[in-house]
């Protein structure tokens, strides 16, 4: 597991905006949030970053890839708020807890301080009704168990007409964001999107250097989105930034128990093999990845002979 962090913004070029990421199965809200929070004057277009099925782990590893690569990409140097969204009338399954538990696996537990839980539907809620006596009736315990772990970081937004409302219950999420972010000045990172960050600015550099580019901010959105939106000119780049998210996503699928490793050579090999180059340098991540995996069960074996149950990575 990457080592993580909360970091404070050091340069004034990272200080435009409030880097959002958006979590939450399809049909709860995350756009229609997203779009609310895109017509704030200081949160950018760039900035708010949805993740359409990132932690089913039922996806082809391909598909996995790419939307966390995007993700990190877009939200680097790191994340204001992570904004976990599930709707309020509805039964929290047991999906949506294993993607929760699948975002502190995959960041580490100190992501936790940056999420807010948010409840849509809120208009469904009767006028004599809190959040807490419909949450209380008919809502597993792992339901429970994640508001324990969020505290007060949570808030109840509506589909609704009245503009006033609307307002009232914005201007509440974006006092939670300013809070876990201490106002813009801090944000999660983690050893892996530290060196995204790292492999960013780099590029950023080079391309105010090369398009005759003077503001930072500018040739950033450019990077960004030509990553995200799979722009040919920064395919190398996107290679190295899948092969950084490869590390994490490994100990992602190993914390939760499932095999990578020749999925892992089919598929990105598959993906990326258009140049004996990467080939090569994909092979080197790969072999880097089964060393990991051998480490594993290594530890695994040692852990049993003292008592300690953990399940085999092939």
Known sequence: MAAASAARSKSHVRNHGTRIVLVGKT???????????????????D?????????????????????????????????HAVLFVVRCDDRFTEEEYQTFK????????????????????GDTLRRTQSLEDRLSKGQPETLREIMDIVGDKYVVVSKTDSKERREREVRELLRK??????????????DDIRKMTRRVDTEVDFVMEEDKIDDW???????????????????????DLI????????????????????????QILKMFSSSKRQELELEAAIDELKTR????????????MRGIKMCSIS
């Open 27 to 45: 049909g709860v809200g995350k756009s229609t949030l997203g779009n609310i929070l895109l017509g704030k004057p200081d949160i950018y277009r």
């Open 47 to 79: 900035e708010v970053v949805d993740t359409p099925g990132l932690f089913d782990t039922d996806d082809d590893l391909n598909g996995t890839l790419e939307e966390l690569t995007k993700v990190m990409t877009l939200s680097t140097p790191g994340p």
């Open 102 to 121: 699948h975002i502190v696996n995959l960041f580490g537990d100190s992501v936790s301080e940056f999420l807010i839980l948010v409840f849509t539907r």
């Open 177 to 190: 964001i300013d809070h876990v972010s201490d106002h813009g000045e801090k944000f999660f990172q983690n």
């Open 217 to 239: 901010e500018r040739a950033e959105y450019i990077v960004k989105r030509g990553v995200a939106m799979d722009d040919e000119k920064f395919k190398l780049m996107k290679c």
């Open 243 to 266: 092969r950084l998210t490869l590390n994490s996503y490994v100990f992602f699928m190993l914390a939760i128990g499932h095999s990578v490793d020749q999925l892992a050579r089919l």
């Open 293 to 304: 995996i051998r480490d594993y069960n290594k530890e695994r074996k040692r852990m049993e």
